[in-house]
């Protein structure tokens, strides 16, 4: 869990009996969800995390909030919140091929810290993020570049165990978005590769399942969503700039039944 934005985030405001658990873990992000929205496992078949509604929708109905602080960025990284352990960006980039793409770097990048950030603690947001790795394999061409940058890293700096690397990489690659250069859009081919929590749940590849549209709102939307919507919320720190602060609003794009899977789609 990043300590530093679980204390920017603030207090929980309510903690009812009957919402999922595993939607928990992301309080601490800051991230507020409706009472309907509910997780679900799946053993044998794919996706073997997604998330689902227990009852039926109609369209533009709000499911869930996350603030734009608890967007995860190459930019955004803390290197003390893993004791000191990441390298430099440079000293990465130094390491890949020249024609590597940008957003393998960022993938890269944000991949070990959120395997130094597991190694080092199981702290909620990492158990998330472990709830999605599946047993499938990453494009040969993705593993064999991270597996190489790995072999590098190790002898310039700690590194987290090779396959929780790799675990990190698959998740990062197939659970991410691109945003615009301003941040406000998520968009193919975008400049800013990001994970952004719950969103990440939610990504496919099959447009004829999608169901979900995702939209930016202000501060005072974000208020007033959290009233009318009766969200299991935790409340932004009214310190500082909290009147400037951008929210995501994850909404149904139609009509979705329930037990319906939800699915956003997935532009990377």
């Known amino acids: 869990m990043n300590k530093r934005r679980s204390h920017r985030l603030g207090r929980l405001l309510h903690l009812?009996?009957?919402?999922?658990?595993?939607?928990?873990?992301?309080r601490p992000l800051g991230v507020g969800f409706h009472p309907f929205l509910r997780s679900q496992q799946s053993p044998t078949a794919s996706p073997f995390f997604s998330l689902t509604t227990s009852a039926d929708l109609g369209p533009l109905f709000p499911l869930a909030i996350i603030p734009d602080v608890a967007v995860w960025t190459v930019a955004a990284l803390h290197d003390d919140d893993v004791e000191g352990l990441m390298p430099t960006q440079e000293m990465c980039l130094s390491l890949l091929p020249p024609a590597t793409p940008n957003f393998l770097c960022d993938a890269f990048y944000l991949s070990l810290y959120f395997a130094l950030n597991a190694?080092?603690?199981?702290?909620?947001?990492?158990?998330?993020?472990?709830?999605?790795m599946s047993l499938t394999s990453m494009n040969c061409d993705y593993r064999h570049c991270a597996v190489e940058f790995f072999r590098l890293l190790s002898q310039q700096s700690l590194t987290p165990p090779l396959n929780l690397f790799l675990s990190m990489t698959e998740y990062t690659l197939t659970h991410s978005c691109r945003l615009s250069r301003d941040g406000t859009q998520v968009q193919r081919d975008g400049p800013f590769f990001s994970v952004i929590p719950l969103v990440d749940a939610t990504l496919s590849t099959d447009a004829e399942e999608v169901n979900l549209t995702l939209e930016r709102c202000n501060a005072e939307c974000a208020h007033t969503l959290q009233k009318s919507s009766h969200f299991l919320f935790t409340r932004q720190s009214q310190r500082g700039d909290s009147e400037k602060a951008e929210f995501w609003v994850l909404k149904t794009a139609k009509h979705v039944k329930k037990g319906d899977h939800l699915a956003l789609q997935h532009m990377l």
């Open 16 to 26: 009812p009996k009957d919402d999922d658990a595993f939607l928990r873990y992301l």
């Open 119 to 132: 190694y080092r603690q199981t702290s909620r947001w990492s158990v998330w993020q472990q709830q999605q």
